[in-house]
């Protein structure tokens, strides 16, 4: 009984000494296994089991508890940040589905009254503030575009769009010589015949569009025989159109002879109506005569008759 004893105690003592030295000597390896012959983390520890730390020696103690290592982590979740687009940018703009250059400050001519205006960003998420149908007046007629960003950046664009006048091409007129209408054909007028002692002609127009003007040329210094004077017609827009008035001066020989002629004819009519009345004053008194005598004459026959 006794050696019983003994052999109880030499094996408590073996345990007091020895244990703690197993316990420490098991530290966990870096791929967490317990390094069989290391006490504490060295140069050769756990060469084939990814190395060691310092800590885990000082851990092994409490990684005795588990048998199996513990080789769970912890990973922080992070939400990526969104960037909002900040492009102000602008892809296309069309007037009147005609393409316009880019810029910030643009310019469109167009003689129309109205437009249709039509923009589009280059980030989808921009918005767009403009005036897409303007009524236009004539002049320079501003159209700002407003394009603001995903991120609220703003970016104005200015459209200056040119309404121009169109020019009228009327280049209608009425033309008078002497107070009288002329008549034209093809814008050439019948024949104006002028006696010799004139240079000039009176002439007086009136234009069918007041914003036209005409000037007259030639009508000077008119020689004897044909002459032609242009009024010219100018429209709005500039375009022209000649109206020629077709003069004949006579000539002062022809005029002189047409004269004595006149005087030739006149004294002849004046011959002839002297001839005529002195014809009349023979026959006046045979016709007076003979009508006594028949007035007589039937005097005479109711008389005898009578008796």
């Not at 664009?157 to 209608?172: D, G, H, P, Q, V």
């Not at 025989?225 to 827009?237: D, F, M, P, S």
């Not at 004294?267 to 006594?292: K, M, R």
């Amino acid at each position: 009984m006794r050696k019983i004893f003994n052999n109880i105690i030499i094996l408590f003592v073996l345990t007091i000494i020895f244990i703690p030295n197993i316990v420490s000597a098991n530290i966990i390896c870096n791929d967490g296994t317990r390094s069989p012959s290391c006490t504490d983390c060295h140069k050769g520890c756990c060469s084939k089991h990814g190395g060691c730390s310092s800590s885990s020696s000082s851990s092994s103690s409490s990684s005795k508890k588990s048998s199996t290592p513990s080789t769970s982590t912890n990973k922080k979740t992070t939400t990526p940040k969104v960037v909002k687009s900040s492009d102000t940018s602008l892809k296309k703009i069309t007037v009147d589905e005609e393409d316009i250059t880019i810029a910030n400050d643009m310019v469109y001519e167009t003689t129309k009254e109205s437009l249709l205006i039509l923009v589009v960003a280059n980030d989808s998420k921009a918005t767009l503030d403009y005036e897409k149908n303007p009524d236009l007046t004539i002049g320079e007629n501003v159209i700002n575009i407003k394009v603001t960003a995903e991120n609220g950046n703003v970016k104005n664009y200015k459209l200056s769009i040119i309404r121009e006048k169109i020019l009228s091409a009327n280049k209608n007129i009425k033309i008078f010589v002497d107070g009288k209408e002329v008549t034209f054909n093809l814008f050439r007028s019948d024949i104006i015949n002028i006696s010799n002692d004139k240079e000039n002609i009176d002439i007086t127009y009136e234009l069918e569009d007041s914003n036209a003007y005409a000037e007259i040329l030639g009508n000077e210094n008119l020689q004897v025989g044909h002459n032609e004077i242009i009024v010219r017609v100018t429209a709005e827009n500039d375009e022209t159109q000649d109206y020629i008035l077709i003069v004949e001066k006579e000539d002062l020989k022809k005029e002189e002879d047409k004269n004595e002629s006149d005087e030739v004819q006149q004294e002849n009519q004046v011959q002839d109506d002297f001839q005529n009345d002195d014809d009349a004053s023979v026959i006046a008194p045979v016709l007076l005569g003979t009508g006594l005598l028949g007035g007589s004459s039937y005097l005479i026959y109711k008389k005898i008759k009578k008796n």
